[in-house]
């Protein structure tokens, strides 16, 4: 897998890899990928999902009928 490559092809073993997907509204899609890619879910496990909101906005958000 290349995330597993580090620099000139040395394998580098990760402890944990954080992706952040800042504007996404809907994660399913990405946390998918860690179950029918199966070179991902080889060298990968989903171990959460975190979830920010902003606090400030998020009951306009929701008031007018945003996810």
């Known amino acids: 897998m290349d995330a597993k490559l580090g620099v000139r092809n ?8 954080l992706i952040e997907t800042t504007g996404l509204a809907d994660p399913p899609p990405v946390a998918q ?5 199966e070179e991902m879910s080889e060298f990968y496990r989903l171990d959460a999902i975190v979830t920010v909101i902003d ?13």
């Open 10 to 17: 040395r394998v580098v073993d990760f402890d944990h890899v």
């Open 33 to 37: 990928t860690f179950f029918v890619d």
């Open 55 to 67: 606090t400030k906005h998020a009951g306009q958000h929701l008031d007018e009928g945003h996810p």
